[in-house]
């Protein structure tokens, strides 16, 4: 959950109801229901927000990285995994060339005019907690790169329950990151190299580069 939703919320649900007028005005984005409790509404405004993003703003440039993206499938490949989870794998471009891939995302790119698409789309905490999987590899290019503190140490902490080895990368934080995420409507995570390293421990992973 997005906890600058949800404290945004909790901070104005006394002076305001929630309301499709209130939620289009702050958060710039509209439901088509209603919810029960403030922490149901925070759920669907970050996955609404999130769909904003990744389908009007977010473009990849996955073909500039050494250590993601198209120049890491030998990489993967020469490992040999039998399974290999693809966490927000967007079109799913990378099933046709690492065999026993499946992707999961949340959204369906079929929707927005892509030929191919996720395998699953969910949340991959709801996804873990429904089905407990099993992989040999999680292989997570930007899944990092956005959310809170508790969405980084959620996601490490089911990543490595669901696969032994993790490929992906975390990008430092830098000075443009406060306009994009206010463009994006959603927090870029600011990292540091000693954040990386850190979590790397933490987790007992290896950092690459």
Request: charged share 30%; hydrophobic share 35%.
């Amino acid at each position: 959950m997005n906890q600058k939703i949800l404290d945004q919320l909790n901070a104005d649900v006394g002076k305001h109801e929630i309301t499709p007028d209130y939620i289009k005005n702050t958060f710039d984005i509209q439901l088509k229901k209603k919810y029960d409790n403030i922490e149901q509404y925070a759920r669907a405004i970050d996955d609404a927000v999130l769909h904003r993003y990744f389908t009007k703003v977010w473009q990849s440039d996955m073909k500039k990285w050494k250590h993601s993206g198209l120049q890491l499938i030998d990489e993967v490949n020469k490992l040999r995994p039998r399974n290999v989870l693809d966490v927000g794998c967007g079109a799913n471009k990378f099933k046709e060339h690492i065999p026993g891939l499946t992707g999961i995302d949340l959204l369906e790119y079929r929707d927005f005019g892509h030929p191919t698409g996720p395998d699953i789309v969910d949340n991959v905490r709801n996804f873990y907690l429904k089905e407990h999987p099993k992989f040999d590899m999680i292989y997570c290019v930007g899944t990092f790169n956005f959310g809170t503190m508790e969405d980084m140490y959620m996601n490490f902490d089911i990543f490595t329950k669901m696969a032994p080895r993790i490929f992906g990368h975390a990008r430092p934080g830098g000075p443009g990151d406060d306009k994009r995420a206010k463009k994006a409507g959603y927090p870029y995570y600011q990292w540091t190299f000693d954040e990386v390293h850190f979590w790397a421990k933490e987790f007992n992973m290896d950092v690459i580069n």
